[in-house]
């Protein structure tokens, strides 16, 4: 008999259309390199987050598109795990989500994905990860919705509906688990392992409910168009994790 798969460091829920939720793993997986843990990359859908609200008076007129492009990415990503296992999510969400936001403007690439130019991409990122190109057929497939939905709805059990992505959760089962922390730049290799264990500490603390501030700076991506050394303090357009207030 097989022993049980262990329990991994850290949980990390992603949409892959999120800038925020993409240079926040860029520093997890930074940490989890230098500290040898393990990341269970899992998946929460904006648009089935959102589904209960109306898009064209709650979100900017992009949202929805972007959203939607999310939710059939993860069809593809669920079909990967399925098929090939947990650490096919792991190549997979970095092949994808570095060719939406990774790319800048000029190269006439990145952005969101959608219709010849959302299978194109994955053709890349596919090949990229090591999987099947058949795995694409996915994207327009409905059936796994409702296994999205419930990972989603996991998500938001431990942590509480009014957030988005990412979703973090420390030393699972019984850790702590907490949305964000969302960074617009990337920490470096020094500081990377520092800024974690503020986080973590915070984050475990028995008391700790919550630490906010709205203004923030435009994701450093080069898809924004934004230099790693000239980002400003932009308006606050992460998708979905706090207009669902409003």
């Known amino acids: 008999m097989s022993a049980p798969a262990a329990q991994p460091h850290v949980r990390f829920w992603f949409d892959p259309v999120c800038p925020f939720a993409w240079m926040t793993s860029k520093w997890v997986r930074m940490v989890a390199e230098q500290r040898d843990h393990e990341v269970e990359w899992r998946f929460i859908s904006l648009r089935l987050l959102n589904g209960h609200l109306d898009y064209d008076t709650h979100f900017p007129p992009e949202y929805e598109a972007g959203h939607t492009a999310g939710l059939h990415l993860l069809r593809v990503c669920a079909r990967a795990r399925d098929e090939h296992g947990p650490e096919a999510v792991a190549r997979l969400y970095p092949a994808i989500t570095s060719r939406i936001f990774d790319v800048a403007p000029e190269e ?4 969101m994905p959608d219709g010849e130019g959302a299978r194109e991409l994955l053709e890349k990122a596919l090949a990229e990860a090591g999987l099947p190109a058949e795995l694409a057929e996915a994207y327009d497939d ?14 938001l059990a431990l942590t509480g509906k009014d957030v988005g992505t990412p979703i973090l959760h420390i030393a699972p089962p019984e850790g702590a688990a907490f949305f964000g922390p969302v960074i617009s730049r990337l920490p470096s290799p020094e500081e990377a392992g520092e800024l974690w264990d503020h986080v973590v500490g915070l984050a475990t603390f028995p008391g700790f409910a919550e630490l906010k501030r709205s203004l923030r700076e435009l994701p450093q991506l080069r898809a924004l168009g934004v230099p790693e050394d000239e980002a400003g303090v932009q308006e606050d357009w992460h998708a979905g994790s706090r207009r669902q207030k409003k």
């Open 108 to 111: 006439g690439a990145g952005g």
């Open 142 to 155: 409905p059936s796994y919705d409702a296994g999205l939905q419930a990972e989603t709805d996991e998500a």
